[in-house]
């Protein structure tokens, strides 16, 4: 993919691909409810990144997070990575699209998407630590389904990040403004 693959007007298109994927896990861990779960049936507490749940007798007594200065810095450090997110994914799709644009700001949308990365994975450290540190624990509690979705939103930024920095590197190659001689490929030396 690295050195040819954007030759291919098939192949050009999976790093947007792969950030679209991002952005829906980014999605289902923003809303999802799964942030930390009770271990054992019948859950005892369900958290998500806006909200903590507990099981009393006569039903789910809910309270938000947000109530917490650790919450909304959790949340809103998560959200702007994510929206840094959704805009390297538009800044991709439009670099891929047009021909002349493709290698001007590629380099740009990987620093974007570092600095994405950065701001999600604040959020998704203070969660953790806070929570645990603020709100008194009962049972066995792990952190879950759309905390993990976070974190594999974060990794595949991560990822493309260093594609998008790389990419630059191969432009005359990709482009085919190079070319290559078979005498290129080996190297004679005096016997």
Do not use: H
């Amino acid at each position: 993919m690295v050195r040819c693959g954007l030759a291919c007007w098939r192949c050009r298109w999976l790093l947007p691909l792969l950030l679209g994927l991002a952005i829906i896990l980014g999605i289902i861990a923003l809303a999802g409810k799964g942030w930390l779960e009770s271990e054992s049936e019948p859950y005892i507490r369900q958290a998500s990144l806006w909200s903590n749940c507990d099981r009393q007798a006569d039903g789910w007594n809910c309270y938000s997070l947000m109530d917490y200065s650790w919450g909304r810095a959790a949340a809103a450090t998560y959200l702007v990575g994510f929206i840094i997110l959704c805009i390297c994914f538009c800044l991709a799709v439009i670099a891929f699209s047009i021909e002349i644009l493709r290698f001007n700001f590629v380099r740009g949308i990987g620093g974007l998407l570092f600095v994405a990365a950065a701001f999600q994975i604040l959020g998704l450290v203070i969660y953790p630590v806070m929570f645990v540190e603020e709100i008194e624990m009962t049972g066995d509690n792990m952190f879950s389904w759309a905390y993990g979705f976070g974190w594999a939103s974060t990794i595949i930024e991560i990822g493309c990040a260093f594609f998008f920095c790389c990419l630059p590197n191969w432009e005359d190659e990709v482009l085919g403004n190079i070319k290559l001689y078979p005498d290129d490929y080996y190297t004679t030396q005096p016997i």
